[in-house]
């Protein structure tokens, strides 16, 4: 577990600014004006939100990372940071995920990579998600489904609950994809044993089931997804 760096917002708020350096150097407003955000770290950007270079790294710090602040919840926020400025946080490192995933579900989903990257959203989930994404038949998002919120396991998501909305809305294929939170994809014998019913069931039905994908997190050289396709396990 982090170490807390800080304990409320009130002494978050109070954490003493360095010293100004002798030499002339820009604040973080007149670098990104100068040079665009491309010159600007994480912890500038952060910066940019909560208006304390001191508080932003003290965030990071207590977080872990920036990854780690991405996962947090606006309640956790909420213990260091004013409303509109944990707001503005919880926006900020959420946007561009969701934006990435806006622009994969225009592409094909015809692969585990191109499911991952729609799907990418469900790395910022701090519980189990399950969905089905419903495909026309040129293999495109047509819509997504949530089917439960919670633990995932064969009880709680029961093939009638997956099959009715790719046959209610007559798809031409469909693939399940659920995130681990913890970030490691690899599955979890419920996690086999349910993917085995439904590949039985779709196949009895005649129904395209393309993949089932796990999101985690990608870490070093391992990809942050686990495809059952890919592992011949369907």
Do not use: W
């Amino acid at each position: 577990m982090p170490h807390h760096i800080f304990q409320s917002e009130s002494e978050l708020q109070n954490i003493p600014e360095a010293a100004p350096e002798a030499s002339r150097s820009f604040s973080v407003s007149e670098k990104l004006a100068r040079y665009g955000s491309s010159a600007l770290s994480g912890a500038e950007h952060l910066t940019l939100l909560v208006g304390r270079k001191s508080v932003a790294l003290a965030l990071i710090r207590h977080f872990g990372s920036l990854k780690g602040l991405a996962r947090a919840s606006f309640q956790e926020l909420r213990q260091f940071l004013p409303r509109r400025q944990a707001e503005s946080v919880v926006a900020a490192l959420s946007i561009s995920v969701i934006a990435e995933t806006e622009h994969a579900r225009s592409e094909q989903l015809d692969n585990p990579e191109s499911i991952y990257q729609a799907c990418a959203d469900m790395k910022l989930f701090s519980q189990e998600v399950l969905r089905v994404i419903l495909l026309d038949t040129r293999y495109r998002h047509s819509s997504t489904v949530e089917i439960t919120k919670g633990t995932i396991n064969e009880s709680l998501a029961h093939p009638r609950d997956i099959f009715r909305p790719v046959i209610g809305q007559s798809a031409y294929a469909f693939v399940l994809v659920h995130n681990h939170p913890s970030g490691n994809p690899a599955p979890s014998e419920a996690d086999i044993r349910l993917t085995s019913r439904l590949a039985e069931g779709a196949r009895i039905l005649q129904i395209n089931m393309l993949d089932h994908v796990i999101v985690g997190q990608s870490f070093e050289n391992r990809p942050g997804y686990f495809s059952f396709k890919e592992a011949g396990l369907i």
